[in-house]
DNA sequence: GAGGGTTACGGCACCCGTAAATATT
DNA sequence: AATATTTACGGGTGCCGTAACCCTC
């Protein structure tokens, strides 16, 4: 039995056909891309037809004896440029030898979960000459410690992206219960808060005082200890969406907590003296975290 | 003659391959990656080990009876994802109907030239249909009119890059005067100026003004105008080097005027109600304007 | 022995080069 | 005529499914 066209007809654009047209494209004639390419021009206008009557779209117009793009075509090689590119990245990547040396990664304690666990294993796996540094600190410490020179780059949870920032991701911060907890009913409120400088203080005391609402600070302390408070029903906080623990709840508008801004993550990269090690983990964790928490779910063709 | 395998060794990587090697991967086991792609397990087994003899790789260890990736695998698994959705999204756009609507774009006139007009051109023949305005006008005015709403997207010089700015080159401020002229003896300086708040207007009267040396203005006029006052040696100006028109002459050190700081060019997108035409046309920018004044060339070793 | 990976085999389709046909200047 | 693209043809290779083989649990 063959499974040729079945619902999804096979959308795989071959890069070398992706090379053949940009080259006619690019020198204007398909006897020039052949020369370019090593091809007979035959080849070439074979390729290029291929690729036509895989798009099922005309990419030339043969008007004349001048070979045009046509929209479509112009199109496509806007993007095929692209294809090109990054099908030579990877092969450089991986006929390269591995990366080697250090990098220096900051992180707030509230955002490790659920993003770098992940990150970090597939990047330790992939590189594994690569020795990984973990700095973990508040998100005004860790922008400091960047132009410091002490890390390489940094996450950060922000209410805003400043220059030099890259916004990843923005998320609504909540609140944080004990299931079937009542200590957010007391007043003075409870407040958890691992860090006085901890990004997410001044937003909820800011609520809270908007609202009214009288509030005692419980803490300091470290992330994990202010975590095990929360579940024993002592106190309650507030963190992003995606790094609430599985085992505590949500406090809605019902709670009669005030609502709270949205944060965002950001990503600061180093700019002077980086490295590829360094653009190699950035990019991963772009990709990674755009696709786990903002992409719904990809059906795999 | 058979070109097989000349000084290029034909470095595609087929996305089909990707896919089953991505399929694997994730659903740990060759015949679960078969069932999602329709495929023998045989044949999956076979795709991976094109892929690995394509690359020189061992992508997984098959010890044991689990299939684990190697760190050649994981690495490859980090890009293959992006190669996959590149493929995919370039699919999805030539597949899709033709974008309509308007796209305006805001420029500022002293780097139309030679930036603009390639794209603008392609992006024209690429999407017909898009109907583009063009606002030409200094740095600070178009991030107004920005933010009022009133372009879609804007180019800018400007010297940082600043919160919501995305910097896409970044160029030395050159003077500029008329090949064999005597102009930039005279005292006051003759200053060309288009507008009075052209960005490069305080950089240059800035560097005059720490050097000690008088200046006077010429202008103000239009970008065209003041070129042509400057190839009349009757004024001398600064221009990004880049946007240097080819009859005209870049005046050194020597010339005894004042280093200048670099510029850069901004992209700022606006973030409301952006559609897909203005995130199509905002990526050309970036992958032209990078392709043609940054990269010097990639080594493809 | 059941489940999963590898390998051999057969057939089909793909894809190149050669070369002839076609079209444009 | 000359240059450039298309097309027909032949041969080699690629790649699938089938199925046998192998290994581990």
Redesign the interface.
């Known amino acids: 039995m063959k499974?040729n066209d079945?619902s999804v007809p096979?959308?795989?654009?071959?890069?070398?056909l992706a090379?053949a047209f940009v080259a006619t494209a690019e020198t204007g004639g398909m006897t020039a891309a052949g020369r370019l390419l090593?091809?007979t021009q035959g080849a070439v206008s074979q390729q290029i037809k291929r690729l036509e009557d895989l798009?099922?779209?005309e990419l030339f117009d043969r008007e004349h004896r001048q070979l045009t793009?046509t929209?479509?075509g112009?199109?496509?090689?806007?993007?095929?440029?692209?294809?090109i590119?990054?099908?030579?990245?990877?092969?450089?990547?991986?006929?390269?030898p591995?990366f080697e040396g250090t990098v220096r990664l900051g992180v707030p304690g509230d955002i490790i979960r659920p993003f770098l666990p992940p990150i970090l294993r597939?990047?330790k796996?992939?590189?594994?000459k690569v020795k990984i540094e973990l700095n973990c600190e508040s998100s005004v410490a860790l922008k400091k410690a960047l132009s410091a020179g002490d890390i390489d780059l940094t996450l950060t949870t922000e209410s805003?992206?400043?220059?030099?920032?890259e916004r990843l991701l923005t998320e609504d911060l909540v609140w944080l219960g004990c299931p079937g907890g009542r200590i957010w009913h007391e007043d003075p409120l409870p407040v958890g808060n691992a860090n006085p400088s901890c990004t997410f203080r001044a937003a909820m005391l800011h609520g809270l005082e908007k609202q009214g609402r009288d509030w005692r600070i419980v803490g300091p302390s470290g992330h994990e200890v202010m975590l095990a408070k929360i579940e024993a029903d002592l106190a309650v906080t507030a963190l992003l969406q995606s790094s609430v623990p599985p085992h505590l709840e949500i406090l809605g508008p019902d709670s009669g907590l005030p609502a709270l801004t949205p944060f965002h993550v950001n990503l600061y990269v180093r700019t002077s003296q980086t490295n590829e090690v360094v653009q190699e983990l950035a990019q991963?964790i772009r990709?990674q975290v755009t696709?786990r928490f903002a992409a719904p779910e990809r059906k795999?063709?």
């Open positions: 499974t079945l096979l959308r795989n654009i071959d890069v070398a090379r090593n091809l798009l099922q779209k793009l929209a479509e112009e199109r496509l090689l806007l993007h095929a440029r692209r294809l590119a990054l099908n030579d990245e990877i092969w450089g990547l991986m006929s390269a591995g597939a990047f796996n992939a590189w594994p805003d992206t400043p220059q030099g920032a991963q990709d696709r795999a063709g």
